[in-house]
Nanobody, 117 residues
Framework: QVQLVESGGGLVQAGGSLTLSCVASGSTFRPNAMGWYRQAPGKQRELVAGITRGGRTNYADSVMGRFTVSRDNAKNTVYLQMKRLKPEDTAVYYC???????????WGQGTQVTVSS
């Protein structure tokens, strides 16, 4: 059974930085797509950033130029480096992983990121 363990959330002041990590385990295969979603109170979950096994990335417009997604295929780990954080980045961030070509299939428990103004 696939398990995703996230770490790195917390409280930070506006303008600060945080890096999230997520380790995928429980599969004999390497993940295809790995990424991060977030959900703020009262809002729908949205894709923040994703990265394929080959390193192709995509980002939400709202985080372009501030966030960087990367992965270590040997460790089945995906990272989200967040810089110049804004209060509107406050949300629960979820790691997501997919092993097929059908997109994301597994989700982490979420880690809270709070940006104070």
């Amino acid at each position: 059974q696939v398990q995703l363990v996230e770490s790195g959330g917390g409280l930070v002041q506006a303008g600060g930085s945080l890096t999230l990590s997520c380790v995928a385990s429980g599969s004999t295969f390497r993940p295809n797509a790995m990424g991060w979603y977030r959900q703020a109170p009262g809002k729908q979950r949205e894709l923040v950033a994703g990265i394929t096994r080959g390193g192709r990335t995509n980002y939400a417009d709202s985080v372009m130029g501030r966030f960087t997604v990367s992965r270590d295929n040997a460790k089945n780990t995906v990272y989200l480096q967040m810089k110049r954080l804004k209060p509107e980045d406050t949300a629960v961030y979820y790691c997501a992983v997919g092993y097929s070509s059908s997109g994301y299939e597994h989700w982490g428990q979420g880690t809270q990121v709070t940006v104070s103004s």
